[in-house]
């Protein structure tokens, strides 16, 4: 198709689309007015008659995919359509670029456990409805599963990198605003991956589609609000995921798999109060991985119970190397699965090793998930969380908010400080609601003695809103991210430096 006849269809479809639209429908009582004026009643008669015909004409028949093109959240509402479509546009793209967009909402499905059912379908409705505010009237939204969504960009001239880049930001900034739900507000954000045509690895629209899902997945993992372009090298690691199962055990054991650390500060002294363990993968070919990549494998491998073990020994040495260098770091947090909890001898093994690196136990945060707290019957999970408590361990509530722990649950589980989820954390230096919600959270561990530590802080008003507000700690991107143990040292000193002399008392031993 030459440009010459194309521009020529499209100037004829916007005449067409200026003549029929329903615009046209507020000059109806000037050509009856017209037709009476200047033939009478008769006239009249035929211009009413005759004028939804020339519509008709004008208009001609509406077709399903014309139709659908001026609702793209409802335009191919399966996987199977959005390939079909982009198989189109690849073919039909002649000297025009297109993309391909993959949204991960960050946290959505912790975000609908605590929304229920009827509120999540609602919210996940007014998201579509947002993002295709945003996008033109043949520019697709197909929904992948109930925390992803795609984007296909109709094709145009030139899109480069930077637009695509520009695009997604775009995107991320039409969530930004909080979605009323019942008498409060929820904040989504979203992780987003793109393939631009000139990026894909090979010209079809299966390639086209899993290419910006990989790119999606590496954003999720890098998240809150990630941005990613699709490489050859994502693709390298994506492509041999399946082998990382049979790796992982080796791993496990040849030091592959170690803990990352990150830090908590107190809000009211700017202390290090603490750090938090997380797992990381060094594989020797594909660099660092995250764990929503490999601790499926190790689940499934049966290996959860090793993993803490392992994590368990890292983090108690780098408390030890960390004594020993003169930092004073108060604690440091352990996540403890569901399936450590229910080893009858885990106390017997959490008090040797705790023995052997001569740490106190009230240093060795046990940090629990609420979902844990909340759906466990298990009397073994039940005794030997009430046995750490007693042994003098922190018995941390993780991701407190999404998993409906009652009072009750905290007291009987002896828990000593709640982890506020990222979710309630988020924006909360602007919004009021947000404020009162982490509000009534703080006065209620007020008043049950608990400490707070709250999650995701990202930016400098959200601390100082969450100081001021009174919670006791924070965690997050906004003041550091997780790293390896050998950069935790150089970390703490340039922390020292930017708090000032006057707050450094007592920080340093020796």
């Known amino acids: 198709m030459s440009d010459g006849y194309g521009a020529g269809r499209g100037t004829a479809q916007r005449l067409k689309r200026a003549l029929s639209g329903v615009h046209m429908l507020a000059f109806v009582p000037a050509f009856t007015l017209a037709a009476f004026w200047f033939g009478g009643e008769t006239a009249l008669v035929v211009a009413a008659l005759l004028y939804p015909l020339v519509l008709m004409i004008l208009r001609g028949p509406t077709s399903a995919a014309e139709t659908a093109s001026h609702d793209p959240a409802k335009d191919s509402s399966s996987r199977a359509g959005l390939l079909r479509a982009l198989d189109k546009m690849l073919a039909d793209a002649a000297n025009k670029q297109t993309a391909v967009f993959v949204l991960c909402f960050d946290d959505f499905r912790a975000l609908s456990d605590r929304l229920g059912a009827e509120r999540r379908a609602d919210l996940s409705r007014r998201i579509m409805d947002r993002l295709a505010a945003t996008l033109r009237a043949d520019d697709m939204l197909v929904p992948l599963d109930e925390a992803r969504c795609a984007i296909a960009l109709s094709p145009v001239r030139v899109f480069d990198l930077e637009l695509a880049i520009q695009f997604a930001v775009r995107l991320q900034s039409a969530l930004e605003e909080p979605f009323s739900v019942d ?76 803990a990352w650390f990150q830090p908590q500060i107190n809000t009211s002294t700017g202390h290090v109060s603490g750090f938090e ?42 408390l030890q190397s960390w004594d020993q260098a003169g930092y004073t770091v108060p604690s440091i947090g352990v996540n403890f699965s569901q399936d450590e909890l229910g080893n009858p001898k885990l106390i017997d093994k959490i008090k040797w090793e705790l023995d052997r690196f001569e740490i ?20 073994v999970v039940t005794r030997n969380i009430a046995a750490l408590a007693q042994l003098g361990c922190g018995i941390d509530l993780d991701d407190f908010g999404t998993g409906h722990a009652s009072i009750s649950s905290i007291r009987r589980f002896d828990v000593s400080r709640i982890k506020i989820d990222r979710s309630f954390v988020m924006q909360v230096d602007r919004d009021e609601a947000q404020q009162k919600m982490i509000g009534a959270i703080l006065s209620m561990a007020d008043r049950l003695g608990l400490e707070t530590l709250a999650e995701g802080v990202e ?26 143990f050998e950069k935790t040292g150089p970390w703490m000193d340039s922390h020292l430096e930017k708090i000032g002399p006057q707050v450094q008392l007592g920080l340093r031993r020796g």
């Open 183 to 258: 008498a409060g507000y929820v904040y989504v954000s979203t992780s987003i991956g793109f393939c631009t045509e000139a990026r894909m690895p090979r010209r079809n629209a299966k390639e086209f589609l899993d290419a910006a899902e990989r790119a999606g997945a590496d954003a999720a993992l890098h998240g809150p609000s990630a941005i990613r372009a699709f490489t050859s090298d994502m693709q390298a690691v994506l492509r041999d995921h399946h082998e990382l199962a049979d790796e992982v055990g080796a791993a496990l054991e040849n030091g592959q798999i170690t």
């Open 277 to 318: 363990v997380l797992v990381r993968w060094h594989h020797p070919k594909r660099g660092i991985i995250a764990p929503g990549l490999f601790l499926p494998a190790i689940a499934q491998a049966g290996l959860l119970e090793r993993l803490g073990e392992v994590m368990l020994f890292q983090a108690l040495t780098a």
């Open 360 to 379: 106190d136990p009230p240093r060795l945060s046990v940090e629990i998930l609420e979902t844990v707290v909340t759906q466990s019957d298990d009397d």
């Open 459 to 484: 930016t400098i008003g959200e601390h100082a809103m969450l100081a001021q507000l009174g919670c006791d700690h924070i965690q997050g991107f906004g003041l550091a991210r997780p790293m390896p």
